[in-house]
């Protein structure tokens, strides 16, 4: 928990780049006044906070990416239709208020994010189990440490490298770099980070496995846990905070013009800003006292660990018609693979992924067994890890939750976590996630887009109106939770 507080707060203050989302990410500012701007900001602000509290009560893990995008494209639609309809003017102009080759752009990569972090997910834990079994600690110290290396130098060069290339200095030049910016010395000099950094990382795995006598996948995982907070707060922040910052930055515009709301063009957004660091401090400091006493937050970590858990545990999901038939698909291909292969090839895989002494009861605390071993905890932290800040880097808002869930999910499918007896209620559960985050976009689309609606018709009456409904949503939800109990992980 302190390590991931850590990576929240350092996370924070490197995430200004990502604001650009918020203020042009999704509509063309230019083509919006204030008045406009103000009632887009506010109507997504009240819709996020309902929608992220309705799936936290529900204890499903959502996405807020998903979410501030899809509420940003209802509301800027909603309020497209309005200016022209008011126009008289044709529909084939909503192009010109929405940002569509940006939010394609965001919406295909979300997508995208759940195939790839699934597929790379399980590829990877595939071959780390094949090659370091489930024995891996006995393992020698050269393998292990091959292993550490891999892990610190991917962790490195694409966490803190990559981060370094998506903050506001990395544009500037310095002449320690021969007068380069640092994006410019990184681009040039990749190959010679990677070999570098193989080498150190080796020795330093070497050194704290040979002569501190410290388990190198420890100290992975606490490594593993500050990069991916850290990797999360930089991409995530922007769901937090962006949209505010966007909307006071909006405001100290006209309050600084002489215009009326009407008549103010909202052209200044389009023009880059970078976030004052305060902002991103508390914003950060608010996310880390939130990852320590958030019930709600337990809640949902509680239904990933089930979904991925290697024991057998009480299902929380029913089974469904299309993880039925994606356990036959399955089932199917595993036959056929089987038919395929050489038997003594299919043998050696197989004892790789048998349980050996080293996950029994002597491994359990308080008579429970974990969720998942070191090996498999170390590729969960260090590959959702990588893939968010590699997304980062190029200022795309990916789903954090989505990278994290189903890496959690490739890995948990690859290490045979799913039994024939669990399969059905695991793969079920995933979709059900799945189908929640499609659930999220729609409705933060529909939501979004009547709350823009009811606030531009009805002005401050409406804007009490959805306050008020939403508040009274909120209490309720509050206290069917209490109601329930804290669950502890």
């Known amino acids: 928990m302190i390590l991931a507080s850590l990576g929240v707060a350092f996370g924070a203050l490197s995430s200004s780049g990502m604001m650009e989302i918020a203020r042009k990410g999704i509509f063309n500012p230019e083509a919006f006044f204030f008045s406009d701007i103000i009632i887009i900001f506010l109507s997504v602000m009240i819709t996020d906070i309902l929608i992220l509290d309705l799936f936290n009560s529900w204890g499903l893990p959502t996405s807020t990416t998903v979410s501030i995008v899809f509420e940003l494209l209802g509301a800027a639609v909603v309020m497209s239709l309005i200016k022209i309809i008011n126009a008289d003017a044709s529909l084939i102009e909503i192009e010109n208020y929405i940002n569509v080759q940006k939010a394609t752009e965001i919406v295909i990569g979300i997508l995208l994010s759940v195939f790839i972090a699934f597929s790379i997910g399980a590829i990877i834990q595939w071959i780390s189990r094949v090659i370091l079994t489930f024995d891996f600690e006995s393992k020698s110290i050269l393998l292990n440490c091959i292993f550490g290396s891999l892990s610190f130098t991917s962790i490195i060069n694409f966490i803190l490298i990559k981060g370094i290339k998506g903050t506001p200095y990395s544009s500037q030049t310095f002449s320690i770099l021969d007068d380069l910016t640092i994006n410019e010395f990184i681009d040039s000099n990749i190959l010679f980070f990677w070999i570098i950094s193989l080498i150190f990382w080796f020795i330093f795995s070497l050194f704290i496995s040979k002569i501190l006598k410290l388990d190198i ?273």
């Open 217 to 489: 996948y420890k100290i992975i995982i606490g490594v593993g846990t500050f990069s991916l907070a850290l990797a999360f707060a930089g991409n995530d922040l922007v769901n937090f905070i962006g949209v505010p910052i966007a909307a006071l930055e909006s405001f100290q515009l006209w309050s600084a013009s002489s215009l009326t709301a009407s008549e103010y063009s909202m052209i200044s957004l389009s023009e880059k800003v970078n976030t004052k660091p305060i902002y991103l401090f508390l914003s950060g400091l608010i996310m880390v006292i939130t990852l320590w006493f958030s019930s709600k937050a337990k809640n949902v970590v509680k239904t990933s660990l089930d979904l991925s858990n290697q024991n057998d545990t009480d299902e929380k999901f029913k089974a469904n018609p299309v993880g039925k038939s994606l356990v036959m698909l399955g089932v199917f291909l595993n036959e056929l693979l089987k038919k395929l292969l050489p038997k003594g090839l299919l043998n050696q895989i197989n004892q790789s992924f048998t349980l050996k002494d080293n996950y029994t009861e002597a491994k359990s605390v308080d008579g429970i067994r974990p969720s998942f071993d070191k090996l498999r905890a170390c590729l969960n932290l260090v590959i959702a890890a990588i893939l968010i800040s590699i997304a980062t880097s190029y200022q795309l808002p990916l789903s954090t939750t989505y990278v994290t869930f189903m890496v959690a999910m490739g890995t948990s499918l690859s290490d045979r976590a799913w039994s024939s007896d669990s399969a059905i209620y695991r793969v079920s559960g995933v979709v059900s996630v799945i189908g929640g985050w499609f659930l999220t976009a729609f409705s933060a689309f529909l939501i979004c887009g009547l709350v823009v609606f009811t606030i531009h018709q009805l002005k401050i009456t409406g804007i009490l109106m959805t306050i008020i409904f939403v508040s009274i949503i909120i209490f309720k939800n509050h206290r069917k939770f209490k109601k329930k109990g804290e669950i502890n992980i």
